[in-house]
């Protein structure tokens, strides 16, 4: 296989959950060095998107999102096999310890607050993923 087909089958597929669209956007723009974006406008979008194949390596999620929030998502995934192993990473306002430990009892990963640094973003998505680059 060719050095371009191996980096081809390695880059990663990521499903970023955000409703403001300039948030989502930086997201995705920062993420997309890791690999190939995906976006939804709240939970109910992203739980749709879910359930089509090939499912995502890594889901990006606000919390607070209209329709369904991000916690929800995360409880709903986790309730499914096939989604259940797909890592959640919360990103939010919401940046107390009752919320940091709330995201993760319900499955998420990792917990970046808002606002955030593009490299602590990168390095959180980067570890979710499994990756050391």
Not at 2 to 20: F, M, N, Q, S, Y
Not at 25 to 49: H, K, Q, Y
Not at 53 to 63: A, G, H, I, N, Y
Not at 88 to 115: E, F, M, Q, S
Request: hydrophobic content about 40%; some cysteine.
């Amino acid at each position: 296989m060719t050095k371009a087909g191996r980096a081809e089958l390695e880059r990663k597929r990521i499903l970023v959950v955000e409703d403001e669209d300039d948030v989502r956007r930086l997201v995705v723009r920062i993420l997309s060095t890791l690999g190939e974006c995906e976006e939804a406008r709240n939970g109910a979008d992203a739980l749709a998107r879910l359930q089509q194949q090939p499912t995502p390596d890594l889901v990006v999620s606000d919390v607070m999102m209209p329709v369904m929030d991000g916690l929800t998502l995360v409880r709903r995934m986790k309730a499914e096999p096939h989604l259940a192993r797909i890592p959640v990473l919360l990103l939010t306002a919401k940046n107390t310890p009752r919320d940091v430990v709330a995201g993760i009892n319900v499955g998420a990963r990792h917990y970046v607050t808002k606002p955030f640094k593009s490299e602590e973003l990168l390095d959180k998505a980067r570890r979710a993923l499994g990756s050391t680059r």
